[in-house]
């Protein structure tokens, strides 16, 4: 490698063209090499050849720490045609934000970004806002936070829009770089803003993703005054997981696999068979979703 490398953070991709923070502080849109193997996303440390003038390319994407995956279905390639998708690169943890009702709280989603967070070795934080909203959900949020934290995910409940809301989930993050995941409006740019300033989507960022919309089209990196980072993702719909075995979603499920031991059956399914113990332990509605989700994996 010659001189003219330098190493650079990806802080967003759009249109074939990369905003990349040199470790001068300066931002650069860079254009990728040919030759790279896959496509750079946000967090992704790369090496990058500067030319002449404000150009800049990718050459190297360094081995990522760990991954945020999941499987996309493509369009374009006929409806059984999935592709796996890497969202976010190098976060520590991968805040999942949920809202109490509008749009309303699903564990099934929460749950499959729980188990791809977990394979992709990042930690777990669930936020749920909307505090204000509480009495439109279908579940109490307290019931919720005490199943996640049952099985280690520290969660809060929290009106994002409000100076307490933030400094709550400020602390729940701490210095890390965490990666913001959930659907779309239930809060998570108002909570990015909120925890980075407010005003710090501009130079390279800006130029590649024409910010400023009400929803999020593009993965963005901002950092934080604690001297973390935010990875503010689109909102999404669906989220498959990739790569993921029943063995994986046994070790997300801790508690179930823990109770399973002690049913009466070793094949037990946990639908209601006599001397269940997981049925006994778990919550019914976690059941429900680990059952899903087990169900989603063994189909063809
Ligand atoms: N009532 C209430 N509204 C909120 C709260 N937090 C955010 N909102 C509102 O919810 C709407 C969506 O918020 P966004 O921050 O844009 O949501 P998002 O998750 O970034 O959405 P996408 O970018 O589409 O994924 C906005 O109108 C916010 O003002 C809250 O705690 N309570
Ligand atoms: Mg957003
Ligand atoms: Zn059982």
């Given at each position: 490698?010659?001189?003219?490398?330098?190493?650079?953070?990806?802080?967003?991709?759009?249109?074939?063209?990369?905003?990349?923070?040199?470790?001068?502080?300066?931002?650069?849109?860079?254009?990728?090499?040919?030759?790279?193997?896959?496509?750079?996303?946000?967090?992704?440390?790369?090496?990058?050849?500067?030319?002449?003038?404000?150009?800049?390319?990718?050459?190297?994407?360094?081995?990522?720490?760990?991954?945020?995956?999941?499987?996309?279905?493509?369009?374009?390639?006929?409806?059984?045609?999935?592709?796996?998708?890497?969202?976010?690169?190098?976060?520590?943890?991968?805040?999942?934000?949920?809202?109490?009702?509008?749009?309303?709280?699903?564990?099934?989603?929460?749950?499959?970004?729980?188990?791809?967070?977990?394979?992709?070795?990042?930690?777990?934080?669930?936020?749920?806002?909307?505090?204000?909203?509480?009495?439109?959900?279908?579940?109490?949020?307290?019931?919720?936070?005490?199943?996640?934290?049952?099985?280690?995910?520290?969660?809060v409940?929290v009106?994002?829009?409000?100076?307490?809301g933030?400094a709550t989930v400020?602390e729940?993050?701490?210095?890390?770089?965490?990666?913001?995941?959930?659907?779309?409006?239930?809060?998570?740019?108002?909570?990015?803003?909120?925890?980075?300033?407010?005003?710090?989507?501009?130079?390279?960022?800006?130029?590649?993703?024409?910010?400023?919309?009400?929803?999020?089209?593009?993965?963005?990196?901002?950092?934080?005054?604690?001297?973390?980072?935010?990875?503010?993702?689109?909102?999404?719909?669906?989220?498959?997981?990739?790569?993921?075995?029943?063995?994986?979603?046994?070790?997300?499920?801790?508690?179930?696999?823990?109770?399973?031991?002690?049913?009466?059956?070793?094949?037990?399914?946990?639908?209601?068979?006599?001397?269940?113990?997981?049925?006994?332990?778990?919550?019914?509605?976690?059941?429900?979703?680990?059952?899903?989700?087990?169900?989603?994996?063994?189909?063809?």
């Open positions: 490698m010659n001189a003219t490398h330098v190493p650079g953070l990806v802080l967003a991709v759009g249109g074939g063209l990369v905003a990349v923070r040199l470790q001068s502080g300066e931002e650069r849109i860079a254009k990728l090499a040919g030759r790279l193997d896959r496509r750079p996303v946000v967090g992704d440390r790369v090496e990058l050849l500067l030319e002449a003038e404000e150009g800049a390319r990718i050459d190297v994407i360094e081995p990522r720490r760990t991954e945020l995956r999941r499987q996309r279905r493509m369009q374009s390639e006929g409806e059984r045609a999935m592709r796996e998708q890497v969202l976010a690169a190098n976060a520590d943890c991968v805040m999942i934000v949920a809202s109490i009702a509008d749009p309303p709280l699903r564990r099934g989603l929460i749950d499959r970004i729980l188990v791809a967070a977990w394979m992709g070795g990042m930690e777990v934080c669930l936020v749920i806002t909307k505090q204000d909203l509480a009495d439109r959900g279908d579940e109490p949020p307290a019931v919720v936070l005490a199943d996640y934290a049952a099985i280690g995910v520290r969660g409940l009106d994002v829009r409000t100076p307490a933030t400020r729940l993050i701490g210095t890390r770089v965490v990666a913001v995941i959930g659907h779309s409006g239930v809060g998570k740019s108002t909570l990015v803003n909120a925890l980075t300033g407010g005003s710090q989507v501009t130079g390279a960022i800006h130029e590649l993703s024409g910010r400023g919309r009400h929803t999020t089209s593009t993965a963005v990196w901002l950092d934080t005054p604690e001297g973390g980072a935010l990875i503010d993702l689109p909102g999404i719909r669906s989220f498959s997981l990739a790569g993921v075995t029943a063995a994986d979603l046994a070790d997300a499920f801790g508690d179930i696999a823990d109770a399973a031991a002690q049913c009466r059956f070793n094949d037990c399914r946990h639908v209601g068979e006599a001397g269940c113990a997981v049925i006994e332990a778990v919550d019914p509605i976690r059941v429900a979703s680990y059952r899903k989700l087990l169900a989603e994996l063994t189909q063809d």
